[in-house]
């Protein structure tokens, strides 16, 4: 094959799913515009928004993958009343996973602050509001992925294949859709025991 | 090889590279903070920001899981001449050029309507346009590198490139919007 077949074949596969995926970072990014206000509020939010956004599709990425390996393996039953066992032990391999990075990502990032002499929230603001959006996202992302690689596989579709563009879509606007939901739920709280600073 | 399907297998094999990427995508928001003053100031440039970390992102690692596929068929060279490698880029830099200027305009609609803009449509498209081919060539060098490398030290490019990409051009997503922004608006 030439360049130019090589290059036309491979803009027509990509261009579909990168158009998907276009579409859900535009509607995150909406999200995101609508949240100016609890940005400021919690400062040190936003440096949190790649980590905890990169944490969801590398964490859900990966469960998608581990799922769609298992149905061709025949070890997981594409049936969500089947309740499988592997099944139920990777969703909460990965909801332990992601909190654990949410967390460590929240920490680290008060320290650099911190150490920046950077105006950052307190510390169980941020651990808090990662760990809130966390919780949410991730349930969220365990039920579209299942039922989505699923209904997919069931209908004769690869969903090897499926995993990836579903992950980054929802990911993105799942992730932080719930972000703004768990800043205001933490600031809420926070308002409600008498805020800080 | 394959995992146990155990919380506690799942989570030996998972988390350490998951610290790891954590650690590097602090630092694209570290950059992030660093122009918190102007992206709040602009609800446009707010909008780009997943939006173009998410599509550079993509762009590597679909040039990567081609990549690797070619390599696995071995019908891939590491050689300036290669139609496969070629084409392959050229791709990557064509899907740039189409994408971006939607997201830039995308982006500038939906920001107008949450409220004021700051910034003319054109603005902001140049900032989308400019940083989409910029970033799809950093892919197109990051994916070689990191496909390179793997192959170098006998890595199944497809455990390794992917999640690398992804994450390198999240950051340089972040730092060339930045860039866009000073030199543009």
Known sequence: MGIRETALEAYREALPALAASLAGGLLAGVVLGGMRAELRAVEGLLVLVPALLATRGNVYGSFGARVSTGLHQGLVEPRVRAGDVRL?????????????????????????????????????????????????????????????????????????????????????????????????????LAGFLGGWG | MATDWTVRAITRAMLPVL????????GSGLVLGAFEDRLLASPSLLVL?????????????????RLSTAFHLGTLSFDARDDELVGNAVATVALAVTL?????????????????????????????????????????VVTLVATYAAYRLSLDPDDVVIPVVTNVCDVLGVVVLFAAVLVFA
């Not at chain 1, 391999?93 to 460590?104: E, Q, Y």
């Not at chain 1, 039922?147 to 563009?165: C, E, Q, S």
């Not at chain 2, 920001?49 to 899981?65: M, Y």
């Open chain 1, 88 to 188: 139920r032990r990777a969703a909460v391999a990965a909801l332990v996973n992601g909190l654990l990075a949410s967390t460590v990502a929240a920490v680290l990032a008060f320290l650099v602050l911190t150490l920046l002499d950077a105006p950052v929230a307190p510390l169980p603001v941020l651990v808090g509001v990662a760990l809130v959006a966390g919780l949410l996202s991730g349930t969220a992302l365990t039920v579209v992925v299942v039922l989505v690689v699923f209904a997919g596989y069931r209908r004769g579709r690869n969903p090897d294949t499926l995993v990836g563009p579903i992950v980054t879509t929802t990911g993105d606007v799942f992730g932080v859709f719930f972000l703004l939901v768990a800043a205001r739920t933490v600031l809420a």
């Open chain 2, 19 to 26: 610290l790891v990427l954590t650690a590097v995508e602090l």
């Open chain 2, 49 to 65: 920001v997943p939006v173009t970390i998410g599509t550079a992102g993509n762009l590597g690692s679909v040039l990567a899981a």
């Open chain 2, 100 to 140: 971006f200027p939607v997201i830039g305009l995308g982006a500038w609609t939906l920001a107008s309507l949450l409220g004021a803009t700051t910034l003319s449509p054109g603005t902001v498209l140049v900032i989308a346009l400019a940083s989409g081919v910029t970033l799809a060539v950093l892919a197109v």
